[in-house]
Every structure is written in structure tokens, then in C-alpha cells.
């Protein structure tokens, strides 16, 4: 009986001794679980501080021009009903071309009040200059914005195009082509040689390419996408928007 007794006993402590365990490994493994738990909140509020603070580097000293539509991102010309969006950088050839044989179009189609085209200067082709001449000119294009006189400016970039690779327009030719459209004033010079909207289109361009454009020009007609740019393919994307 005794003998049965004894083996009881170390029965009873194996299982006590097992529950014992038991709750030290559940001990273990919860304060484990809270510590990963912590680990992941801290990471990921540095990761949000580092992530915030590129953010704020990018767009710091940001000044959005006043004028400026779809929320802050480009400027409209005309009042029609059909909107269409161009998303163009001011070194790319191929926007060049565009304007080329879709700039008179657009002229008719703003002047028979059909279209509102909202221009969205973009700088993709910084690589391709030794000066970020997309940026500069793209922010010179918001300062001639903001001096009225956007459209007339927009016109003669592109008429005065720079050679994809080259160093670009210099600031000084800039404000000389701001002033052949009528932008003889401080403001617009100051803007220019002082970068004041560089940030802007900093911000545009990340705009656009959350929106999906990785490529210019992209032309949008009704919000969808034109895959004819000819003069011709864009009348007939126009009409067809506004039936």
C-alpha cells in the first residue's frame, strides 16, 4: 500500500511539475508576442518619422500658386464642358511634337468653349539635363501662371524647346521668353532666379505619377486616356466625351 502511495505522490508532482511548465512557456511565449507587438509599433513609427520627414525635405518652403486647379496641380485654359488633362514635361521631344501638331486644335476647340484643358508641367527628364531644367521650367511655367499669362509661356517653351540631354535654358533665358509674352515685372524674374516654385513641381510630378502617369505627354480626354494624339484623334475623342 505504501509502495502505492509513493507512486501516487510522484504522479501528483509530475503533473503539478508539468503545469508548472506549462504556464512558464504560456509566460514566455505572451510577453515574447508583446515584445515582437512592440518592436513592430516602434519600427513603424520610425518608419513614419523618416517617411514624413523625406516628405517635408521634398516640399519644403512649398508655395502652390494661387491659380492653380485640380488641386493645385495645373492650370486650366478655356471653360468647356470636356475636360482635358495634359500632362507634359518641357524637355520631353515627343510633348514637343504633340504641341506641335495639336496646338492649333486645341485653339479652336478652348475658342468653340467645348474644352477646359487642364496643363499639368511635370518634371520627369531632370536626368536628361545637366541643370533639372524639367523643374526649373516647370516652375517658371507656375510663375508665369501666376503672372497670367500661362498659355501664352507654355507656347513659346516649347517653341524655344532644348535638345533632350542638353544643359537646358539658362534662368536668364527663361525670364527673356517670360518677357516676349508680356512678364516684364519683379515677380516673375524674382520667381524664376529664386526658385520659388521648384517645390511645386516637385509636388505635381509626385502627384502624377500617384495618379499613374509614368510617361509624357499623357493626354486625358474625359479622364481616359488618348491613344491617338493626333489633331484628329483628339477632336474625335472630344466629340465623343461630349455626346
Known amino acids: 500500500m505504501s509502495g502505492k502511495n509513493n507512486r501516487d505522490r ?14 512558464r512557456r504560456r509566460r514566455i511565449t505572451l510577453w515574447t508576442s508583446l515584445g515582437v507587438v512592440a518592436l513592430l509599433i516602434i519600427v513603424g513609427l520610425v518608419g513614419w518619422g523618416v517617411a514624413a520627414g523625406q516628405e517635408s ?30 500632362y507634359e514635361d518641357f524637355m520631353c521631344p ?22 477646359t484643358v487642364q496643363y499639368h508641367p511635370i518634371a520627369i527628364l531632370d536626368r536628361a539635363s545637366s541643370t533639372e531644367y524639367s523643374t526649373r521650367s516647370a516652375a517658371a511655367s507656375a ?19 532644348p535638345a533632350e540631354g542638353s544643359a537646358g535654358l539658362d534662368n536668364a533665358k527663361l525670364i527673356e521668353l517670360g518677357k516676349s509674352v508680356g ?14 516654385y521648384k517645390a511645386w513641381a516637385t509636388k505635381v510630378t509626385d502627384t502624377a505619377a500617384s495618379r499613374g502617369v509614368n510617361s509624357t505627354p499623357t493626354v486625358l480626354v474625359g479622364g481616359k486616356a488618348l491613344e491617338d494624339r493626333s489633331a484628329q484623334g483628339l477632336t474625335a475623342a472630344v466629340e465623343a466625351a461630349g455626346a
Open 57 to 86: 525635405d521634398k516640399t519644403a518652403g512649398l508655395t502652390t500658386p494661387s491659380v492653380a486647379v485640380d488641386d493645385g496641380t495645373a492650370f486650366a485654359v478655356g471653360t468647356g464642358p470636356v475636360k482635358v488633362d495634359i
Open 94 to 115: 515627343v510633348c514637343g511634337e504633340f504641341e506641335t501638331g495639336a496646338a492649333t486644335t486645341i485653339d479652336q476647340l478652348v475658342a468653340a468653349n467645348k474644352v
Open 183 to 196: 512678364l516684364t515685372d519683379a515677380a516673375f524674374s524674382d520667381a524664376v532666379n529664386g526658385g520659388t
Open 143 to 161: 510663375a508665369a501662371a501666376q503672372g497670367g499669362k500661362f498659355a501664352e509661356y507654355h507656347r513659346v517653351l516649347f517653341a524655344n524647346q
Open 10 to 23: 510522484a504522479k501528483a508532482k509530475r503533473v503539478v511539475q508539468e503545469q508548472l511548465a506549462k504556464e
